[in-house]
């Protein structure tokens, strides 16, 4: 199969971005967007459809099996994980990969995600004491433990902007299994800063979901953790 | 009060830096990418502790023998009763900070895994290493809002400050900026395997080059064992990588068939009667070998998943379910798949005692990047358990010599560092720059090795360690290589993961020992140093 890949470059932070386009030929049948990045970097020297001698691509890359969030990028516009979107399904005779846009581009396809554990930090997301869980919760637990912090649900997020005060779902799927395992007395803090930063901004659209590339059930966790950080104050009885 | 400086951030390293933090100390959590990236994550079928929950009379006692037999007897054995004595608490603490293993009621339930006849292996379905890795990263987070650890997720080791032969400092290049920064304070390295060794060969992560090991190595440290390589017996080829699928599959009744006479054949059950598709993974590896190359087999074997209750599938093997799906095409529930050995830890690495010290003053090291526990061959469920003990023992080691008033002092006169490393991370993730050495190397290393092969490997690395064209990074690669060909050379007997064809038997007047590895500037030395005495009263191992 032969590919066209258009890549959205930028040498560092401070330079102006621009597009260079590469062909790519790969007997691959299931190659990726991160087989297409490897394959290319691989050539010596990088050279584009214009003959042109290019820098290596960068990008991050670790599990290359959908694991550990690394590769996300905006891949034909959509958000998604390198290694995880396969060539052959991409419609159309050429691939686009740009760097996600809500987060400061390092180089390339580089981004600077700091901003997910700094959010994390800020809306106290750990425990002060030993957990303190049902096991009839363990499948919240489970599928709040599950996040790749990747950023793709913030891509997509129509109110999360890096500056503003909503943390979207890459805050509220960590914090889900916290507000369950925090002991009652110790969930205060948490609770107060999730209606400020999670409830609060929520649209609930839930475009996030679907473009979770982990699947995580991020309308289940959402019911639940409201119910524990909102609905329970107001409502003044145990849910 | 020296700083303490943990390299990597996968489980070892958080351990290290949360057991630090726990005493009140600062250390520095340094990484090339955050922890959620870490390999760890990636881990699937569980941790292994005697909790002896499922009322089989299980004790640390058998965890201990069964380590050290799937090791055949070359793990240092006082690293290892501490490992398995400790292993029931480091899973209820594991609990006490929120991670979601599989509970029935306030116990962890366990389940078989390879090499151990009772079930004593906690687990989250086929997620272990993630869920594990949300707690402590969690934990990791509440001592970083209280200033104790200090994260720099974005950085890449480059070498050891020395001062007389002491370790007193790592420089360290952030990949966002290119600047270099010198860090003071004692080095825990927790950098995990040797990867990129064997570019598009292994189940973990590309991240973990090999290239910290690769540096301490040149900077004086001693390596061990790293002829003991550990094939999995199942994983399948994906773009740029193996694929694992996890041991649980067998735990929860997956079978191995070859076809024989037209017919499946279930070879680890006639051969293996006890333990079956179960036995320890070197034993597995070589077996799946040996049919292939039967003539009456064929030459694919299969992992057979089709018996598996559905019960089994919803709740305990969900997402490798889905892994089938999703990168193999096929449904594990409905068709056996196609299986084959690939490389999945290492079981040699960075030389260290049972507290985790190295040779040179002020470096540790803990985790998969060091040479601790497992010998000839890992027991499946003990890497994660080795990760975070052997990270928590070297933070606490290494509490020590921060306290210390002579070691402090040696910070102050500071030796000049090398300059610029020169080599950025972006060149990492381009396989091309060691393919030549990586076909010589699977060729020579591959499950049945022997002198000859090692040999033309050795040749051929030679010829590439005298070119002029290498960066630093190329050349410590492929000293590494070397240092690795000559271990496998030197052990001239088969044991666990290193079977030699030219020496089929094991030989334990001269080779249950450890074999080390040093670079005195000019040339790679290997010698046999001999395994610690067991300890206490229940000397026999
Ligand atoms: C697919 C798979 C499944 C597994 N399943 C199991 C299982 O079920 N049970 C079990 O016990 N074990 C399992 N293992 C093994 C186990 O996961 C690992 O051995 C263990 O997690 C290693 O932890 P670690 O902390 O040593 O290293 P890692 O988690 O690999 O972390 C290494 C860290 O070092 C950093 N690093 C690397 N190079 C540099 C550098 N040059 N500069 C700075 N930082 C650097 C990385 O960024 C990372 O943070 C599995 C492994 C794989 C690949
Ligand atoms: S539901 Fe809508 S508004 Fe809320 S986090 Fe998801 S995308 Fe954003
Ligand atoms: S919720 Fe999903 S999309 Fe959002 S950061 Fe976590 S894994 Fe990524
Ligand atoms: S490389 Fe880990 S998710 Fe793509």
């Keep these: ?239 | 009060m020296s700083m303490i400086n943990i390299i990597g951030a996968g489980l070892a390293g958080l351990s290290a830096a949360i057991t630090a933090a726990e005493s009140g100390r600062k250390c520095r959590l340094i990484s090339v990418l955050p922890s959620e990236r870490a390999q760890s994550v990636m881990a699937e079928g569980g941790i292994n502790a005697a909790l002896d929950t499922m009322g089989e009379n299980d004790t640390p006692q058998e965890h201990f023998n069964d380590t050290m037999k799937g090791g055949v007897y070359l793990a240092d054995p006082n690293a290892v009763w501490g490992l398995c004595s400790h292993a029931p608490e480091t899973v209820r603490w594991l609990c006490s900070i929120g991670a979601p293993l599989y509970m029935k009621g306030k116990d962890p339930v366990l389940r078989n895994f390879g090499g151990q006849k009772k079930k004593r292996t906690a687990y989250a379905k086929s997620s272990t290493g993630k869920i594990l890795m949300n707690a402590m990263i969690d934990q990791a987070r509440k001592y970083e809002a209280e200033g104790l650890i200090e994260r720099y997720p974005h950085h890449e080791f480059s070498c050891l400050v020395m001062n007389e032969g002491v370790c007193v400092g790592v420089d360290v290049i952030d990949i966002y900026t290119h600047q270099r920064i010198s860090l003071d304070g004692c080095v825990i390295l927790a950098s995990g395997g040797m990867n990129s060794l064997f570019p598009g060969l292994t189940t973990g992560t590309t991240v973990n080059t090999g290239d910290v090991t690769a540096a301490v190595f040149f900077q004086g440290a001693e390596l061990a064992n790293l002829e003991f390589i550990q094939y999995h017996p199942t994983t399948i080829s994906i773009p740029q990588k193996r694929c694992l699928i996890s041991e649980a599959a067998r735990g929860e009744g997956g079978r191995l068939y070859i076809e024989k006479d037209g017919k499946p054949w279930y070879f680890m059950e006639e051969k293996y009667p006890e333990l079956g598709n179960l036995m320890p993974r070197d034993v597995v590896s070589r077996e799946m070998e040996i049919v292939r190359r039967d003539d009456k087999c064929g030459d694919r074997v299969y992992l057979d998943m089709t018996g598996i209750s559905e019960f089994c599938w919803k709740n305990k093997l969900s997402d490798l379910r889905q892994e089938c799906i999703d990168f193999l095409g096929l449904d594990p529930v409905k068709e056996p798949i196609e299986v084959s050995p690939g490389i999945h830890y290492f079981m040699g690495g960075i030389c260290v005692d049972e507290h985790h010290r190295t040779n040179i003053r002020g470096l540790y090291a803990a985790g998969e990047c060091a040479c601790q526990y497992h010998g000839a061959n890992r027991l499946g469920g003990n890497s994660m358990l080795g990760a975070i003990y052997g990270g928590k023992t070297a933070a606490k080691e290494a509490a020590v010599l921060a306290d210390d008033a002579e070691y402090d002092a040696k910070q102050v006169k500071r030796m000049e560092n090398e300059e610029q490393n020169g080599d950025s991370f972006v060149a990492e993730q381009d396989y091309s720059i060691n393919r030549y050495s990586a076909e010589v190397l699977k060729q020579a290393l591959g499950i049945f090795r022997n002198e000859q092969g090692l040999n033309d490997a050795l040749k051929e690395i030679d010829s590439r360690l005298s070119g002029n064209s290498l960066t630093k990074k190329q050349y410590r690669r492929l000293l590494l290589a070397k240092a690795v060909l000559l271990s496998a050379l030197e052990r001239k007997e088969s044991r666990g993961a290193h079977t030699r064809e030219d020496y089929p038997d094991r030989n334990d007047s001269e080779f249950q020992k450890t074999t080390i590895a040093v670079f005195d500037g000019k040339e790679i030395k290997i010698s046999m140093r001999d395994i610690p005495v067991k300890r206490g009263n229940d000397n026999e191992i």
């Excluded at chain 1, 991160?34 to 394959?39: Q, R």
């Excluded at chain 1, 009839?136 to 996040?147: G, P, T």
């Excluded at chain 1, 507000?179 to 400020?196: A, H």
């Excluded at chain 1, 473009?211 to 289940?220: L, S, T, V």
């Design chain 1, 1 to 239: 199969m032969k590919y066209k890949i258009k890549i959205l470059r930028q040498k560092s932070r401070k330079e102006t971005p621009y597009w260079q386009s590469f062909s790519l030929e790969t007997q691959l049948e299931n190659a990726t967007a991160a087989t297409a990045l490897s394959l290319l970097n691989s050539m010596d020297p990088l050279t584009d459809t214009d003959g042109n001698i290019s820098d290596k691509i960068i990008w991050e890359c670790s599990c290359l099996q959908k694991k550990c969030g690394a590769c996300a990028m905006l891949i034909n516009g959509r958000p998604g994980l390198a290694c995880s979107v396969r060539l052959s399904e991409l419609k159309g005779g050429e691939i686009t990969l740009q760097p996600l846009k809500k987060f400061p581009v390092i180089a390339d396809l580089m981004v600077d995600r700091g901003i997910l554990s700094e959010n994390l930090k800020t809306i106290n997301a750990w425990l002060s004491s030993d957990a303190f869980a049902s096991e009839s919760k363990n499948d919240i637990l489970y599928e709040s433990s599950r996040c790749l912090q990747c950023g793709c649900c913030l891509e997509i997020c129509p109110n999360f902007d890096p500056d503003g005060h909503f943390f979207g779902m890459a805050s509220m799927v960590p914090a889900a299994r916290l507000l369950e395992e925090l002991p009652e007395k110790e969930k205060t803090e948490l609770k107060k800063q999730y209606r400020r930063h999670i409830f609060g901004g929520c649209g609930k659209s839930l475009s996030c979901r679907h473009i979770c590339p982990a699947g995580i059930d991020i309308e289940e966790l959402l019911v639940n953790s409201n119910a524990i950080a909102v609905w329970k104050r107001f409502l003044g009885r145990k849910i």
